[in-house]
């Protein structure tokens, strides 16, 4: 970090938790100082005065175990192992291997079993992943989650979790566990419903946030800025939004509408600059490292052992992780990305609806749920999600080609600041400017100009 910014922690940090800091940033230092750009990544965070105020908010909340591995975690694991790791894989294999992955337990008589799981996440971190986000109904239910979780210290469990599954006992076990970071899961329109939950965490220690899924009925409250200013009033470290999709073929009403996207959009990027709080979101984070993260990046394992490339494409593998990575279906959803060079149209799923089709209609992989076909074949669905596309297309062109973005040289990266994704992507952003030029010539694809999509079939 840069000297001053080192020194106001100091003022403001007790003592021992300022030399526990540094001891992670003397050990991070080459590789900080070694990543892209003309100022190196260490400056940056350093000078991000939101990055600065969001570690002293956890040097000063969080108990001494979970300080521990939010220092270690996010520092020398993910930053330090975790990318050597998915560097040796990427000149092995050609792609990058996944940064994160995503495990949805079950529940009740269809619950993940606790030998799969210690293999999930054990396979995970041989190949890189620092981050494993435990998704569902009341994950936090498992009765093994917290006693695997702590077999893998150096891997960050987020699980996300109905606020009535937090009691006391749970909150103790969790700051005594360090790397199981709670996401309680908050309605924006019935907040009070967590601030139990909430409080007792923060009692604790334990490094929590909030998970809200982005449906239609709360997308105008959840884009408020006084929805982020309360959570993190209320402790939160961090904000995961994630979009809700019909990937079971369920009614595609309660999906936000492309223009509550588009507010969302807006706001998590304001937050991002000017707001203490990591903001997650991965439809947006995608935009600011190089697209689509599916079947590569991220992939995610169900309560049965089946590997999907993402929580939204539900057509997967059996087997191990790196088999699942080299399976036919995996490979052509990598070979697709970016889906375009507007890396705000990322997804295969409601931004490229044909794609994902064409894709499975190529492969015809197991459906991994019911009702996943229904998500490609059922008429209204289909109708609504092209529909969906075609809208969000229009609002994605002007912002990508706006201040906002600068049509990909000014992406909003969190803590960071912006980023030139052709400088930090250059083969991804190349790959899609060759398929962009093919699509044009072959008269293919979204015309700006003309705002409509010349044909449906977008994949080649």
Not at 83 to 96: D, K
Not at 180 to 188: G, T
Not at 350 to 363: A, E, G, K, M, Y
Not at 400 to 412: A, F, Q, T
């Amino acid at each position: 970090m840069e000297i001053m910014a080192l020194i106001e922690l100091e003022r403001r940090l007790p003592r021992d938790r300022f030399e526990r800091l540094v001891r992670m940033l003397q050990q991070i230092a080459p590789e900080l100082q070694s990543h892209r750009g003309p100022e190196g990544l260490a400056r940056r965070l350093a000078l991000n005065g939101r990055f600065v105020q969001w570690v002293e908010r956890a040097s000063t909340s969080l108990a001494d175990v979970p300080f521990e591995r939010f220092l270690k975690n996010l520092g020398v694991e993910v930053m330090v192992r975790s990318h050597e790791t998915r560097q040796r894989f990427a000149s092995s294999h050609g792609y990058y291997g996944p940064a994160m992955i995503s495990m949805e337990p079950g529940s009740g008589g269809s619950l993940m079993d606790v030998t799969l799981a210690r293999r999930v996440l054990g396979e995970a971190r041989d190949l890189g992943a620092g981050i494993v986000s435990v998704v569902g109904e009341d994950p936090l239910a498992s009765p093994w989650l917290v006693d695997v979780s702590s077999e893998h210290p150096d891997t960050t469990v987020v699980v996300h979790t109905r606020p009535d599954l937090v009691d006391g006992v749970v909150a103790s076990r969790l700051a005594a566990c360090g790397n199981l970071w709670p996401a309680v899961m908050v309605d924006p329109a019935d907040e009070k419903a967590s601030d139990g939950a909430m409080a007792r965490l923060r009692e604790a220690g334990v490094l929590f946030g909030v998970s809200v899924t982005a449906k239609s009925d709360v997308a105008g409250a959840l884009a408020a800025d006084d929805f982020a200013d309360r959570q993190i009033d209320r402790g939160a470290m961090f904000l995961w939004v994630e979009p809700h999709v019909p990937v079971d073929g369920g009614d595609p009403a309660v999906m936000a509408t492309a223009d509550e996207r588009d507010g969302l959009r807006r706001a998590l990027r304001r937050w991002q600059r000017t707001r203490p709080l990591l903001v997650i979101d991965p439809c947006l984070d995608g935009s600011c490292l190089g697209g689509c993260l599916a079947a590569s990046r991220t992939l995610h394992v169900q309560h049965d052992g089946v590997v999907t490339p993402c929580p939204h494409i539900r057509f997967g593998e059996r087997g191990s992780l790196l088999s699942a990575l080299g399976s036919r279906l995996f490979a052509e959803v990598r070979r697709v990305q970016p889906c375009d060079e507007n890396l705000l149209r990322l997804c295969p799923v409601t931004d490229h609806p044909d794609i994902l089709r064409d894709i499975v209609d190529r492969c015809e992989p197991d459906a991994s749920v019911t009702g996943a076909h229904a998500m490609l074949r059922d008429r209204i669905v289909t109708r609504h999600l092209d529909a969906y596309s075609q809208r969000w297309a229009d609002l994605a062109h002007a912002a990508w080609n706006g201040e906002d973005y600068r049509s990909g040289s000014s992406v909003m990266m969190p803590f960071v600041g912006p980023v030139d994704v052709h400088e930090s992507f250059p083969s991804r952003m190349q790959h899609a400017h060759l398929v962009a030029e093919i699509r044009r010539a072959m008269g293919l694809g979204y015309d700006p100009q003309t705002r409509k999509k010349r044909v449906s079939l977008l994949y080649l």
